[in-house]
């Protein structure tokens, strides 16, 4: 732009001595005679509107290009001023990231945290299926139970059959086992233990159990289980009747 400027300004200092030039030379022309005088004046008259319409023409020209650098020169700082929002939007960015390192170890934690937390919940859903068998067998037993006081005459807690151990991890509130009433003169012995009923876990093997798995018996060993319990007092009796 400086280069343009500088050009145009000689360009018009070269202009303006050419008309100081001519203008003496206009000044030094004797005088003409009277008649050839309006010949002259016509003659300096179209120089005159030439060299005119030529310094108006140079003189937009130079208004255009004034004009142009102008625009020019507001762009360039409008842009200057973008990159130097971008340059500080992406210094503040940097902060940001290279401030968050102590965050991470925070969100580390907490994804364990959550971790833990959807495997334990996996574990009692796991879980849940046993819980409602559990159930459906201390109701059977239970109902078992009921049906054998009834017609036999001596009394069954409800929940587990005696000489079947409680699960492991479950209090004997929960499943409904209480002992086992003592013989009373006159009425038929309790049953004796079955072969093959699980005995009671002592201390460390409930503790031991509930860290093991658990196999939870199935609805044919509980049925079998609760046949041979009572056909117990009906083959005691026909013992002693027969050793009378």
């Known amino acids: 732009v400086k280069m343009e400027l500088k050009q145009i300004r000689d360009s018009m200092v070269a202009m ?96 364990q ?19 409602e068998r559990l159930t459906a067998l201390e109701m059977r037993v239970a109902s078992g139970g009921l049906s ?23 209090s004997a509130a929960v499943t409904g086992v209480v002992a086992a009433p003592k013989a009373v003169t006159g009425v038929v012995a309790a049953p004796k233990a079955v072969t093959g009923v699980v005995a009671a876990p002592k201390a460390g093997a409930a503790s031991k159990g509930d860290k093991a798995a658990y196999r939870c018996p199935t609805d044919e060993e509980v049925a079998a289980r609760l046949s041979k319990l009572s056909m117990g007092p009906a083959a005691d009796a026909k013992a002693e009747e027969a050793s009378a």
Request: charged share 25%; glycine share 8%.
């Open 16 to 111: 303006d001595q050419r008309l100081d030039q001519l203008l003496t030379h206009l000044d030094g022309v004797p005088a003409p005679s009277p008649p050839e005088t309006s010949l002259n004046a016509e003659a300096v008259g179209q120089l005159l509107s030439k060299i005119e319409q030529q310094w108006g023409q140079e003189i937009r020209t130079l208004k255009q290009e004034l004009h142009q650098t102008i625009l020019a020169h507001n762009h360039n700082a409008d842009l200057i001023k973008h990159h130097k929002d971008t340059i500080d939007a992406l210094r503040e960015r940097c902060a940001k990231l290279q401030g968050g390192g102590a965050k991470t170890s925070e969100i580390q934690l907490q994804l």
């Open 113 to 131: 945290r959550l971790d833990a937390r959807l495997k334990q919940q996996q574990k009692q859903r796991k879980l849940e299926p046993f819980f």
């Open 148 to 170: 054998g006081q009834a017609w036999r005459g001596y009394g069954m807690t409800p929940g587990a059959p005696p000489g079947m151990a409680a699960p492991p991890g479950i």
